[in-house]
């Protein structure tokens, strides 16, 4: 059965200090990976996927993750966060095939500092 | 380009009454998904259509939820009677259907259901 963990359901960081938040995730075949953001009264935007190839795969608004097999992770990580980095982040894992349903960790929710 | 659209936004009700959403997904989406998002919890899947065709409902609690799409465009979520523990927020997402083609799901804004 395919799951998706985030270790980490808050994490509180300082204005331009690093941010990396965890995604392991566990499926049976080669993994689709999704990180989406969800900021208060909002839907969720896609942040960055991965499906094949270079491992490293950049995203918007700054933000980076990579694809690490033998771990079963998919980190997400911005080297300089900003207070509109403030929200709900979720890691989610899904088959290849289009138009088939995502499974999403429980999320983490940023909380940035002055 | 719209995104998909939701609506109500928020609604209010008493246990044991009747509530329903709406959905109109992006012009062109096949596919269309309701998802349920519980406080502190990532979305949950309740039904997902290709066209007009609920392909997978096995999440939905059949016994007091419904949803339809009816023209393969828009949908609609309900629930009779509503409980307390249906309060959360539905999420509708649609995603184009491309045979060999990564799976790439948008999202609307929601609707924030509470049940009182």
């Known amino acids: 059965a395919q799951s998706v963990t985030q270790p980490d359901i808050h994490i509180t960081v300082s204005e331009g200090a690093s941010l990396e938040l965890r995604c392991n995730y566990s499926y049976g075949a080669t993994p689709y990976l999704f990180w989406y953001v969800q900021s208060p009264g909002q839907g969720l935007q896609l942040l960055l996927k991965?499906?094949?190839?270079?491992?490293l795969v950049q995203g918007i608004k700054g933000f980076e993750a990579e694809f690490k097999r033998s771990q079963s992770s998919f980190n997400l990580r911005k080297p300089s966060v900003h207070w509109s980095d403030a929200a709900e982040y979720f890691c989610a894992v899904g088959p290849s095939n289009s138009g088939y349903a995502l499974n999403f960790g429980k999320g983490t929710s940023l909380l940035v500092t002055p | 380009e719209a995104g998909v659209v939701q609506s109500p936004r928020y609604k209010i009700i008493e246990k044991k009454q009747p509530v329903a959403f709406w959905c109109n997904p992006i012009?062109?989406?096949?596919?269309l998904y309701w998802y349920r998002q519980n406080l502190g919890q990532g979305p949950e899947l309740l039904i997902r259509y290709e066209n007009e065709e609920a392909v997978d409902d096995s999440q939905l609690p059949k016994d007091r939820f419904s949803a339809e799409r009816l023209k393969g465009v828009d949908s609609t979520l309900k629930i009779q009677p509503a409980e307390l523990g249906d309060s959360a927020v539905y999420l509708c997402?649609?995603?184009?259907?491309?045979?060999?083609?990564?799976?790439?799901?948008?999202f609307g804004p929601g609707t924030r259901l509470t049940v009182l």
């Open positions: 991965y499906f094949s190839g270079d491992t």
């Open positions: 012009s062109g989406h096949n596919t």
């Open positions: 997402a649609s995603s184009p259907w491309l045979a060999g083609v990564n799976n790439e799901q948008f």
